[in-house]
């Protein structure tokens, strides 16, 4: 079973820019994963924010369009998330998750389909 780990998390200014990595071990499913970014910010519920399919194919939840940019690395295997023009409210534990559904990030990110998640890396955002 593939394992998701994230890493990059940390502190950041308004305004600034941070770079998160989910590092997905290989399985027999390695190509097909539709792979998603959410994150929960304290008292709120987890929410999708970008996703890419087995085909390059990306989404983005509104909030962060524009500003987040999702990306597979060049060995597939690591899919990372560039935050730039940070906001207060982008600060949250962040999560990768690995769904065989190929749009994933389409419609409200439902967690069901979502088959494996990592640890969460924690993304603070100051003024």
């Known amino acids: 079973q593939a394992r998701l780990v994230e890493s990059g998390g940390g502190s950041a ?3 600034g820019s941070l770079t998160l990595s989910c590092e997905v071990s290989e399985d027999q499913y390695s190509d097909k994963y539709c792979v998603s970014w959410f994150r929960r910010a304290p008292g709120k519920e987890r929410e999708g924010v970008a996703g890419i ?3 390059g194919a990306t989404g983005y939840a509104e909030s962060v369009k524009g500003r987040f940019t999702i990306s597979k ?3 597939k295997n690591t899919v ?3 935050m ?3 906001k207060l409210e982008d600060s949250a534990v962040y999560f990768c998750a690995a769904s065989l559904v190929v749009d994933c990030y389409a419609g409200a990110w439902a967690e069901w389909h979502f ?3 990592g640890q ?3 993304v603070t955002v100051s003024s």
């Open 73 to 75: 690395g060049v060995d």
């Open 84 to 86: 730039q023009n940070l």
């Open 115 to 117: 088959v494996r998640w």
């Open 80 to 82: 990372s998330l560039q």
């Open 13 to 15: 200014q308004a305004g």
């Open 120 to 122: 969460g890396t924690q």
């Open 53 to 55: 399919g087995p085909d």
